[in-house]
Nanobody, 129 residues
Framework: QEQLVQSGGGLEQPGGSLKLSCAPS????????IGWFRQVPGKEREGVSC????????LYADSVKGRFTTSRDDDKDTVYLQMNSLKPEDPAVYYC??????????????????????WGQGTQVTVSS
């Protein structure tokens, strides 16, 4: 079964750091753009960041700019989300996603909804002192 598999996350104090990983199962990342999203109960899933598979360019939501960094290791076929300076408003279930059959751009992937594309299983991030 073709899917994205996530790891990382957990509990961290405000100001701390966590790192999430996202790797494909059943396919390879190739030139696909990979997006990171988060969702809290009662709210829509929102785009957090994206990294292009063609030129490595990145896209970030204003709420995480300067704190979160997304990167990809093509040798390991894995995309990462490094989250620094965690804030009380960052807790959520975080997902990675891609669209293997759509445009390769981050503009497209950043607009994915849960009904489209390939999604990771989600991982909980909790920020608490």
């Amino acid at each position: 079964q073709e899917q994205l598999v996530q790891s990382g996350g957990g509990l961290e104090q405000p100001g701390g750091s966590l790192k999430l990983s996202c790797a494909p199962s059943g396919f390879t990342l190739d030139y696909y753009a990979i997006g990171w999203f988060r969702q809290v109960p009662g709210k829509e899933r929102e785009g957090v960041s994206c990294i292009s598979g063609t030129d490595g360019s990145t896209l970030y939501a204003d709420s995480v700019k300067g704190r979160f960094t997304t990167s990809r290791d093509d040798d390991k076929d894995t995309v990462y989300l490094q989250m620094n300076s965690l804030k009380p408003e960052d807790p959520a279930v975080y997902y990675c996603a891609t669209d293997r059959f759509g445009p390769l751009s981050c503009d497209h992937v950043f607009g994915l909804t849960p009904d489209f594309g390939s999604w990771g299983q989600g991982t909980q991030v909790t920020v608490s002192s």
